[in-house]
């Protein structure tokens, strides 16, 4: 059974900082895409980051220079480094694998999901 737990979540301030983790078990990540995607309610689900099998990252317009996404392989997990973080950024995180080394950023390209993490910023 394929699981993904996210943790790191939380409430901070705006311009602070947090780290959500991915935790991968039953299913060897390494070969495949991983993304990060954020929620908020009545919204659709919208990319945040991507990560190839290759290390490639991409980023949203909205994160890119304040976030950066890692991965390793040896602990089949998923990072997420969110600096000077904003009100706008306050979501639900999920943590995604994807159904191929590289990545798309389509939703329907990622075949297993994490329960989510809030994260939460205040101004």
């Known amino acids: 059974q394929v699981r993904l737990v996210e943790s790191g979540g939380g409430s901070v301030q705006a311009g602070g900082s947090l780290r959500l983790s991915c935790a991968a078990s039953?299913?060897?990540?390494?070969?495949?895409?991983m993304g990060w995607f954020r929620q908020v309610p009545g919204k659709e689900r919208e990319g945040v980051a991507v990560?190839?099998?290759?290390?490639?990252?991409e980023y949203s317009v909205s994160v890119k220079g304040r976030f950066t996404i890692s991965r390793d392989n040896a602990k089949n997990s998923l990072y997420l480094q969110m600096n000077s973080l904003k009100p706008e950024d306050t979501a639900m995180y999920y943590c995604?694998?994807?159904?191929?080394?590289?990545?798309?950023?389509?939703?329907?390209?990622?075949?297993?999901w994490g329960q989510g993490t809030q994260v939460t910023v205040s101004s």
């Open positions: 995604a694998v994807g159904r191929r080394g590289y990545c798309w950023w389509d939703r329907s390209e990622f075949q297993y």
């Open positions: 039953g299913y060897v990540v390494s070969t495949y895409c």
């Open positions: 990560i190839d099998n290759s290390y490639n990252a």
